[in-house]
Nanobody, 125 residues
Framework: QLQASGGGLVQAGGSRRLSCAASGRTSVGSAVGWFRQAPGKEREFVGAVRWNEGNPYYADFAKGRFTISRDNAKRTVYLQMNSLKPEDTAVYYC????????????????????WGQGTLVTVSS
């Protein structure tokens, strides 16, 4: 089971760190991705990391503001979000892929086999 946590209310310009923890017999798979879905909008890719690689991949809007890191021992992936904007308000989800995805498929939600419950981040102006 994957569980995303850390959401809440934050003022514009502030920061928030989300966590995605694998529990029980769930592995983190070969890749962990973060997605978000704002009210009335489609789910969109935020960023992802392939487990055996050092460099995460980010959507353009996330570059320079969001950072993905991981703790192998805790089987946890983090999404550090800085300089938050009201348009970042969304439910954030983490997901993992059992197989190592090719680069072009990393942003595609169909790549990911297991999804955690989302966590809501609300950015006030």
């Amino acid at each position: 089971q994957l569980q995303a946590s850390g959401g809440g209310l934050v003022q514009a310009g502030g920061s928030r760190r989300l966590s995605c923890a694998a529990s029980g017999r769930t592995s983190v798979g070969s890749a962990v991705g973060w997605f978000r879905q704002a009210p009335g909008k489609e789910r969109e890719f935020v960023g992802a990391v392939r487990w055996n690689e050092g460099n995460p991949y980010y959507a353009d809007f996330a570059k320079g503001r969001f950072t993905i890191s991981r703790d192998n021992a805790k089987r946890t992936v983090y999404l550090q979000m800085n300089s938050l904007k009201p348009e970042d308000t969304a439910v954030y989800y983490c997901a993992h892929s059992v197989r190592r995805p090719i680069l072009s498929m990393i942003p595609n939600h169909v790549t990911y086999d297991y999804w955690g419950q989302g966590t809501l981040v609300t950015v006030s102006s």
